[in-house]
Nanobody
Framework: QVQLVESGGGLVQAGGSLTLSCAAS????????????MGWFRRAPGKEREFVAS????????NYGNSVKGRFTISKDSAQNTVNLQMNSLKPEDTAIYYC????????????WGQGTQVTVSS
């Protein structure tokens, strides 16, 4: 099993910054962390779920959704087993619930989700 716990959400004004963190734990993650792709997705009210960013635990390759490229940065802290999402130049349209995910790169059906954290950007 993999447990994911997000933190760092909140209310921020447009143009501001916020950092989300995701702490990963569990026996499965401890044993196979090198094969996991960690990611962030978001869902805004009335909209479909949107890919935000991902990072391979082994190698550190990153990918970003088009709407956040150049503004958001995903990183990992191997010592703390955490994944961070630094969000700069926030816009009201970034308002959403942000979810951390862990996907097994050897089996893409093996996906774990965190409980989500609310980010609200005021104009």
């Amino acid at each position: 099993q993999v447990q994911l716990v997000e933190s760092g959400g909140g209310l921020v004004q447009a143009g501001g910054s916020l950092t989300l963190s995701c702490a990963a734990s569990g026996r499965t993650f401890s044993s196979y962390f090198g094969s996991y792709i960690m990611g962030w997705f978001r869902r805004a009210p009335g909209k479909e779920r949107e890919f935000v960013a991902s990072i391979r635990w082994s190698g550190g390759n990153t990918n970003y959704g088009n709407s956040v490229k150049g503004r958001f940065t995903i990183s990992k802290d191997s010592a703390q087993n955490t994944v961070n999402l630094q969000m700069n130049s926030l816009k009201p349209e970034d308002t959403a619930i942000y979810y951390c995910t862990a996907t097994n790169s050897a089996n893409y059906n093996d996906v774990y989700w965190g409980q989500g954290t609310q980010v609200t950007v005021s104009s």
